[in-house]
């Protein structure tokens, strides 16, 4: 069984378009996260979420909007896509974020805007 | 605000050769620090953790301590594998927040 799971892995739509990334742990875990992965490998926390409640809110355009039905899933909707939003997105979650709590990422989705 | 600085790469080793990749990071207080690996095409995943000074994590024969006078957390291998060429991350858990490094990409060649 897949512990975080993503759908989908890879995306290619054009400009201006809108689309999601579904993310699912069936760890029972409270805490989930979204990255964003740029070309130089660079990770970025965008958003995180305890419990569905949003604790962590990077600076990122509202055009992205997540979304948490319940704690076991973190969806990501991005509205009018640019160029530049190509890039991987990884889910994660942990059980909290305590000391030493670590974290449990997705395969990631390849998102190519073009 | 907290960072991970990493030595930039690419790396790249023979096989059986010895790694070190240097991580630094500022925050305050007693952050929890770690290594993660990321192997192409897959999400990143825990190599070791170290959760207060001089605490060593290790795992599949990598090491990192946990520097506190320093605030360093170094990665070192004895002998790479063509195995692990993967990009590795440096990481750091302040409050509720993981912040990476930039990521340092190693190649072994055979």
């Known amino acids: 069984d897949t512990a975080v799971s993503q759908t989908p892995k890879y995306l290619v739509t054009q400009m201006g378009n809108d689309k999601s990334i579904k993310c699912e742990q069936n760890?029972?875990?409270?805490?989930m996260y979204w990255y964003k992965q740029d070309s130089k490998k660079f990770l970025k926390i965008m958003f995180s979420?305890?419990?569905?409640?949003?604790?962590i809110n990077e600076t990122v355009p509202n055009r992205f909007s997540p979304k948490s039905p319940d704690k076991a899933h973190l969806n990501l909707h991005i509205n009018s896509l640019e160029l530049g939003d190509s890039a991987v997105y990884f889910c994660?979650?942990?059980?909290?974020?305590?000391?030493?709590?670590?974290?449990?990422f997705g395969s990631g989705t390849q998102l190519s805007v073009l | 605000g907290d960072s991970v600085t990493q030595m930039e790469g690419p790396v790249t080793l023979s096989e059986e050769a010895f790694l070190t990749i240097n991580c630094t990071y500022t925050?305050?207080?007693?952050?929890?620090l770690f290594w993660y690996v990321q192997y192409p095409g897959e999400g990143l995943q825990l190599l070791l953790k170290?959760?207060?000074?001089?605490d060593k994590g290790s795992n599949k024969g990598f090491e990192a301590t946990y520097r506190k006078e320093t605030t360093s957390f170094h990665l070192e291998k004895g002998s790479v594998q063509v195995s692990d060429s993967a990009v590795y991350f440096c990481?750091?858990?302040?409050?509720?927040?993981?912040?990476f490094g930039p990521g340092t990409r190693l190649s072994v060649l055979p």
């Open positions: 925050a305050t207080g007693y952050p929890s």
């Open positions: 994660a979650s942990s059980q909290g974020a305590g000391i030493g709590e670590k974290l449990f």
């Open positions: 990481a750091l858990l302040a409050g509720q927040n993981f912040v």
């Open positions: 760890l029972g875990h409270d805490t």
């Open positions: 979420y305890n419990n569905k409640e949003l604790i």
């Open positions: 170290a959760t207060k000074a001089d």
